[in-house]
C-alpha cells in the first residue's frame, strides 16, 4: 500500500519526489522519507505525513539529481522515525524503498545476525536490503546481479527501487505483486507506484511486469526477468489530465469525487450504450462474452467497496441472465479449497487493479482453468494484464482513499455486462432489455438531482455526528446499499456501524434499537417496500431515530421517519446508483463535523497491496 517515486535526469529530484509523494500520500502516510545523492547517499525520514518531512527538510543540503522517497503504511513495525523507508545496508552505500511484504525476512534477518549484521529498525524491507548488499559481497558481483539473486530467493510482494553511492547514475527497480510504472521523458526518468506524480513531465510509460527489474544506468532504460533473460520496454501513453488528480476548488477529494459521479457514469457508459439504436456493447469482452452467455455459475471475486458492488451483480445477473452466481470475499476464497471447475467464469472486481488479494485468487482461478473477467479503473493494472478479459470503469482517478465514484461505475459496468449476456441468451425481452438501457442513460441526470440534496444531508449530519453507533438496512438490491453506507460510516467517521438486511434485524440485531441508535433504510418504493415499512415500524416500536432514504413523492413513510431523504425514482436493479449517494453525503459529513480526515482516514489506505 505504500508509495514510492524515484527520479533520475536533469531536474532537482527533491521537487519531483515530494510533489510526488504528495500524490501518492493516499497510499499511505504513516511516515515518509527521502533519499538523495550529493556526495553522500543521505536518508532522511520522519513519522507523519509528507508535510512533516518536508518541515524537517528545511534548512538541508537537497541538492541532487537522482533520488527516491516514501509514503508509508506500516506493516512490519509500527510508524516511527526508525521504520520509515528509505533504508540503509548495512554500510549505508546502498539504499531502498519497498512496498508489499517480504514473508521470508525472519529466515533471512537470522541468517544475517549470525553473519554480524546489526539492524535499526524492525521492518522487512531493512533486512532485504542487508541480504542484497550480502550477496553482493559473497558472490562478488554487480549491484545488478546481486538485486536479480536476491529476488529469487525472497518470498512476498515487493516493488523497489535501489541507489548506490558507488555509482551516483543508477537506479535499480523491480516488481512482483506491488504495481510499479516508469515515466520515460527525454533524458530523464521517473518511477512510481502509479502514473499520478508522473503525469506531470511526462505521458509516455512503462508498466513493469511480475519478476521483471529494471535498470536506469547512465540516461539508458533496460528491463529483465530474473532469469537473467533481456526484454523489450514497451512504451504506452497514459491518458491521464493533472487537473484529474488535484482538488478543483472541493474542500476534499472525497467531496470532489461525490459530485464527479454524474460524469463518471456518463464516461463509463459512453461509446458502450446508446438507448435511441438500442446498441449496447462492451470491446474489452471480446469473443469471451460467449463464456459468460454459455457458463453454468458465474464468481464473483472483490474486497470492500468492490465486494459490495459484486454483491449488487449477484442480483443483478441472477434476475435478468438467469445464471447462479456466488460472491466470494477474495482475502477468503483461495484459503477455503474453493471449487473450481475448467471452463468456469469468475469475475473480478478492483477499484485500483492492484489488489494483493484478488490477485492471488485469480491466479488460483487461472490455475485451475476458469475464465477471468476484470472490472477495474486503472489502465495498464495488474488484474486488468492478469484476466483474460474485462472492462474498465473509465471513472477516472480516485484519490480519496474511501471509494465512492468507483463504486457506482463498478455498478454501471456490471448492470451492463448482465444486460449483454441477457440479450444473448434470450433471457430479457427486447421490450425489458430497451427499457433498461433507457434507465442506464438516464442514471446520471438522476444522480445530478440526488446530489442536489447536499444540504438537507449536512444538517441531518449535524444532529448525528456524535452517534457512537449506526444500523443501515435495506433489502433486496439495497441490501448491499446498506452494508456500504455502514462502511462508509466506519472508515472515515469511525463510528462503528453495521448493515444488515431488514428482515434480519429482527434475528439479533433488534437489541441494540433504543432511543439514542440511529437507524437508516434504504426504503425506496420496489418490490420489498412493504416488508421495508414493517421494519420501520418495528424500529419506530422501540424509540430508534429512523432516517429514510426514499423515492420522490413517498407519503407513507415519512409519517414513521424522523428523517427522510427523497431521491428520484428508478427501476430497483439499478436504485442502487442513486440511493447511494445520499449515504455517501451523509458519512462524509459527520466525518468532516468530527474533524476527521476524510481522505486519509486512520489506519487505510487507498490501494492494499499486501495481504
Request: hydrophobic share 40%.
Amino acid at each position: 500500500m505504500c508509495g514510492i517515486v524515484a527520479y533520475v535526469g536533469h531536474r532537482q529530484a527533491h521537487d519531483v519526489i515530494i510533489k510526488g509523494l504528495k500524490r501518492l500520500e493516499y497510499r499511505g502516510y504513516d511516515s515518509a522519507g527521502i533519499a538523495l545523492l550529493n556526495g553522500a547517499l543521505s536518508v532522511y525520514k520522519k513519522k507523519g505525513k509528507v508535510s512533516d518531512l518536508e518541515a524537517y527538510l528545511q534548512g538541508k543540503n537537497l541538492s541532487s539529481t537522482i533520488g527516491m522517497g516514501h509514503t508509508r503504511w506500516a506493516t512490519h513495525g509500527e510508524p516511527s522515525d526508525r521504520n520509515a523507508h528509505p533504508h540503509y545496508s548495512a554500510t549505508e552505500k546502498l539504499a531502498i524503498i519497498h512496498n508489499g511484504i517480504i514473508e521470508n525476512y525472519s529466515a533471512l534477518k537470522l541468517e544475517l545476525v549470525r553473519k554480524g549484521h546489526t539492524f535499526l529498525s524492525d521492518t522487512d524491507t531493512e533486512v532485504f536490503i542487508h541480504f542484497i548488499e550480502d550477496i553482493k559481497k559473497n558472490e562478488q558481483c554487480s549491484l545488478e546481479e546481486a538485486v536479480r539473486l536476491a529476488l529469487t530467493k525472497v518470498v512476498g510482494a515487493y516493488a523497489i527501487v535501489i541507489m548506490s553511492l558507488e555509482d551516483p547514475n543508477l537506479l535499480i527497480a523491480a516488481r512482483k505483486g506491488s504495481p510499479l510504472v516508469i515515466g520515460v521523458g527525454k533524458d530523464e526518468f521517473f518511477l512510481a507506484s502509479d502514473a499520478t506524480p508522473i503525469i506531470e513531465y511526462t505521458n509516455e510509460v512503462v508498466y513493469l511486469n511480475d519478476q521483471e527489474i529494471a535498470i536506469i544506468k547512465d540516461g539508458k532504460l533496460s528491463i529483465k526477468n530474473t532469469a537473467n533473460l533481456p526484454l523489450t520496454p514497451y512504451i504506452e501513453t497514459v491518458d491521464l489530465e493533472l487537473e484529474a488528480i488535484e482538488k478543483g476548488g472541493f474542500e476534499h477529494f472525497m467531496l470532489k469525487e461525490i459530485f464527479e459521479q454524474p460524469r463518471s457514469i456518463s464516461d463509463c457508459m459512453r461509446g458502450r450504450l446508446n438507448a435511441r439504436t438500442g446498441r449496447l456493447v462492451l470491446g474489452g469482452l471480446g469473443e469471451y462474452i460467449n463464456k459468460l452467455v454459455k457458463a453454468d455459475r458465474i464468481m464473483i471475486i472483490a474486497c470492500g467497496t468492490s465486494w459490495h458492488a459484486g454483491l449488487v451483480a449477484e442480483y443483478f445477473f441472477e434476475e435478468f441472465c438467469r445464471i447462479p452466481v456466488e460472491v466470494e470475499y477474495a482475502s477468503e476464497f483461495r484459503y477455503r479449497n474453493p471449487v473450481i471447475r475448467e471452463g468456469d467464469v469468475v469475475i473480478a472486481i478492483s477499484q485500483s487493479g492492484e489488489t494483493a488479494d484478488t490477485l492471488a485468487a485469480i491466479e488460483l482461478a487461472k490455475s485451475k482453468g476458469a475464465i477471468i473477467f476484470g472490472v477495474c479503473n486503472v489502465v495498464g493494472s495488474s488484474i486488468a494484464r492478469a484476466t483474460h478479459a474485462g472492462a474498465y470503469t473509465h471513472a477516472g482517478p480516485e484519490i480519496g482513499v474511501a471509494s465512492t465514484k468507483a463504486f457506482t461505475a463498478q455498478l454501471t459496468v456490471l448492470s451492463m455486462i448482465a444486460l449483454s449476456v441477457a440479450q444473448k441468451n434470450g433471457t430479457i425481452s427486447s421490450q425489458a432489455f430497451h427499457s433498461m438501457l433507457v434507465e442506464l442513460e438516464n442514471i446520471p441526470a438522476k444522480v445530478e438531482k440526488a446530489l442536489k440534496l447536499n444540504d438537507q444531508i449536512e444538517k441531518i449530519a449535524h444532529l448525528f455526528k456524535d452517534a457512537r453507533n449506526f444500523i443501515y438496512l435495506g433489502r433486496g438490491y439495497n441490501f448491499p446499499v446498506a452494508l456500504e453506507g455502514a462502511l462508509k460510516l466506519k472508515e472515515i467517521s469511525y463510528i462503528h456501524a453495521e448493515g444488515y438486511p431488514a428482515a434480519e434485524m429482527k434475528h439479533g440485531p433488534i437489541a441494540l434499537i433504543d432511543e439514542e441508535m440511529p437507524v437508516v433504510f434504504i426504503a425506496t418504493k420496489d418490490s420489498s417496500y412493504e416488508k421495508v415499512v414493517s421494519n420501520i415500524q418495528e424500529v419506530k416500536a422501540r424509540k430508534g431515530r429512523v432516517i429514510s432514504v426514499i423515492t420522490e413523492g413517498d407519503d407513507h413513510i415519512p409519517k414513521m421517519s424522523e428523517f427522510c431523504i427523497e431521491v428520484p425514482a428508478v427501476h430497483e436493479a439499478l436504485m442502487p446508483l442513486v440511493s447511494v449517494i445520499p449515504l455517501q453525503l451523509l458519512s462524509y459529513h459527520i466525518a468532516v463535523l468530527r474533524g476527521c480526515n476524510v481522505d486519509q482516514p486512520r489506519n487505510l489506505a487507498k490501494s492494499v497491496t499486501v495481504e
